[in-house]
């Protein structure tokens, strides 16, 4: 069985609802037949409705960047799984590093976001991976695998083959330094074995794990072709449309 790569788009905190919908124009021609491909945008809250009703008729899917664990409640500033749904927000993108580092966010604030946001039937992305002190000092494997096995702590085989992992070593988000095939592939296949460990070898092999950091249209094609890289979430260069398309594209 081969995996369907899955493309994902983090716009961060970028675009408002006009010029949201005006990328997504951009877009839209570009990506017509992605079949083999699911392609993901994820704009900012107040940009996700726009978007949505703007991505209709198209085979781009809407995510959102987070999502609290609570569906209504005493949250101020909070936004619940099923009010994604509403809005045809199918995604969503977990415990990003930026999440991480500068709002705090934990391995088990992870894995209650993740249970919620599958309770409620949302495609959730969890992103992983060490800071680069943690890489000097040998540290990969078990920063990484610790982080994999708390935020998806519980699930059902059922629940982990409908989450998608994004390996995203935090040294090569948005500095233009990429991980090199080799170094990627290395990690994304230690993933994929603590998840044969935990989840048995059907649902591991079906699971997608993304590579995230500096993915451009010039090395996404020997990312994605490593055996255990399903695909790519991508930052800066999701914000310009022939970029994203060329990385959905790469082959
Ligand atoms: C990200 O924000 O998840 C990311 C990978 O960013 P960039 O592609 O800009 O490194």
């Not at 809005?87 to 993108?93: K, L, P, S, T």
């Not at 059907?202 to 490593?226: I, W």
Request: glycine letters at 12%; aromatic letters at 4%; charged letters at 20%.
């Amino acid at each position: 069985m081969t995996r369907k790569r899955v493309v994902a788009g983090n716009w961060k905190l970028n675009l408002g609802p006009e010029e949201g919908i005006g990328l997504v124009q951009e877009l839209l021609p570009l990506l017509t037949d992605e079949a083999k491909c699911d392609v993901v945008i994820c704009p900012p809250y107040l940009t996700l409705s726009d978007a949505g009703k703007a991505l209709q008729g198209s085979q781009i899917e809407l995510g959102a960047q987070n999502v609290h664990w609570a569906e209504s409640g005493a949250f101020t500033g909070e936004v619940g799984p099923s009010m994604l749904l509403t809005i045809g927000c199918r995604w969503v993108i977990l415990g990003h590093s930026e999440r991480r580092q500068l709002f705090g966010e934990t391995d088990e604030g992870v894995n209650q976001r993740l249970s919620a946001s599958l309770a409620a039937g949302l495609k959730p992305i969890v992103c992983i991976g060490e800071t680069l002190e943690e890489r000097d000092a040998g540290r990969v494997e078990d920063v990484v695998l610790g982080q994999l096995d708390r935020s998806l702590a519980g699930l059902t085989s059922q629940q982990a083959t409908a989450t998608t992992v994004a390996y995203e070593p935090v040294w090569a988000i948005g500095t233009g330094r990429t991980a090199t095939p080799e170094q990627a592939e290395e990690v994304h296949a230690m993933i994929r074995n603590r998840l044969t460990a935990t989840f048995g070898e059907d649902t591991a092999h079906q699971m997608r794990v993304q590579y995230g950091g500096s993915v451009k249209p010039d090395n996404a094609a020997e990312l994605f072709g490593q055996e255990n890289i399903d695909g790519g979430l991508i930052g800066g260069a999701s914000l310009d449309a022939e970029s994203f398309a060329a990385i959905v594209h790469a082959r």
